[in-house]
């Protein structure tokens, strides 16, 4: 069908039909207006038919009907009211579109007059800051406990992604249209989504600042924004992604590329290098570079390849994993690989044309030539949590390990990798943490203190070949903490359980599990 921009996010048609809602979803629009009252032609579509074939797909629909004794400017506040109160793409229609032309003119007259300052500021219970998998899976064990609480998940991005299965793509298992869906497909229907970026926290007065001077104020915030990928300080690097031979698993862009150059460097004759870098510490799931490494030497050996390419993995720190019990499995593996290990050696510059990567090391900087370079970017504190009071010294939400409680303001919690706490920044960790923060939520909603704990756990499935696996599972302290009889899954030794456990199971239980509210093996633990 087709609409008309008037300004901003707002877009008016003419007739929407039921069989138009799909298209209105693809194109992103998340509030309907609609200006045509009911009953006006035969054949018209009800709005009652339109609102529930919306809702069902995510679509907030409103009822303001212009006609007859109702003029548009009857309608203009309770017009500019719905605009200012849902955020995002909006389509307001009538027969033709110039009813909704004429309300939402009149409603940008009323509100000029009025002033931005007499506008209503929106307000929920429960906010969450950050749709992705921590923000979601919170919201929707809010939802399971609390049905009917009143849940606004802020979030700016169109489509969400399996960050899990990037390292998947880049090994040639998953394909790249496997780990992403539309935003609006993974909320939980009863949250409201409000699309828009935050720009600033004033915890003082229970408000989040939204870009274009908007404002949403809450009883209890939950932050879950992620961290920050700091591409830009590795010298040349943004530059080089994607080209050269220079590539990375940590962009849904660039997963498909380290296939192709995993490939590309099977089938070229001659002696090859092939460099692979972590760097410093905390980064999102620290066996992700090794992952890749291991995925890529798996397909060159069934090639008969591996023998001719020469493979380093340059560590900033100076173990290969930092839970001491799953060391001789890889290591095991690194020799298998024949991978030379560099520890202490930190990637700081890349010069694409030429392939040649700058490492800092003790003893200086070193430049090594490469015909494939699987860069890692250093990480740091999302910057909208990092210029606010809510962040520590290092730029996360600062909060209680274990309550995932701030330590400044009570009706404050975070999760996910945006987060203070010190476990392992993976998928894994937010799923326990979800149900932590969501019971938390509530005691605070009821006036309460914290009543659940987190113990750090952390997951990262270690793909040292093309159908086995190293699960490693922990908590704080490095501890061990399978979720499965050792029978089953030893995760100290490459498990070909594990493998398709990652695969084949954990792609399902994250979309229809973890992001539904459903806690399998993760039920929140008391507070002690």
Known sequence: MQTRHIEGQLHVSGQVRPQDIDGLVSAGIATLICNRPDNEEPGQ??????????????????????????????????????????????????RTDNRSEKVACAARSRSAANGAANRRTPHHKVVIVGGGSAGIAAAASLLKRSPALDVAIVEPSEDHFYQPGFTMVGGGVFKQPDTVRKTRDVLPQRASWIRAAVIGFAPDSNTVELEGGAKVTYDVLVVAMGNRLAWNKIEGLEAALGQNGVTS?????????????????????????????????PIKCAGAPQK???????????????????????????????????????????????????????????????????FRTEDGEITRSFDMLHAVPPQEGNPIIANSPLADAAGYA????????????????????????????????????????????????????????YDGYGSCPLTVDRGHIVLAEFTYGGKLAPSLPKWLIDGTKPSRMA????????????????????EWLVQPAPLL
């Open 249 to 281: 698993n940590y962009r849904y862009d660039l997963a498909p590329y380290t296939w192709q150059m995993v490939q590309k460097l099977a089938r070229t004759p001659g002696p090859r290098r092939a460099l692979f870098s972590q760097p410093p510490m």
């Open 45 to 94: 579509p009800s709005f009652g038919e339109l609102a529930k074939a919306a809702r069902a797909r995510g679509i907030t629909a409103f009822y303001l009907p212009v006609g007859g004794k109702i003029a548009p400017e009857d309608q203009a506040e309770a017009f500019a009211k719905i605009r200012a109160e849902n955020l995002g793409p909006t389509l307001a229609f009538c």
């Open 398 to 453: 600062e909060v209680d390990q274990v309550t995932l409680q701030s330590l400044s303001w009570p009706n404050i919690f975070a999760l996910g990798d945006g987060c203070s706490t010190p476990n392992a920044k993976t998928a894994a960790a937010a799923r326990k943490q979800a149900p932590v923060v969501a019971v938390n939520v509530l005691a605070a909603l009821d006036g309460k203190g914290p009543v659940a704990a």
């Open 292 to 358: 890749a490494m291991y995925l890529s030497c798996s397909e060159w050996e069934e090639c008969g390849v591996l023998g001719d390419i020469e493979v380093e993995f340059h560590n900033a720190g100076g173990v290969l994993f930092g839970v001491p019990d799953y060391v001789p499995a890889l290591m095991e593996t690194v020799g298998r690989y024949g991978i030379g290990l560099k520890f202490g050696s930190t990637l700081v510059a890349v010069d694409g044309p030429a392939r040649e990567a700058t």
């Open 499 to 518: 493998w398709h456990l990652k695969a084949d199971a954990l792609p399902p239980i994250y979309w229809h599990g973890m992001l539904k509210g459903r």
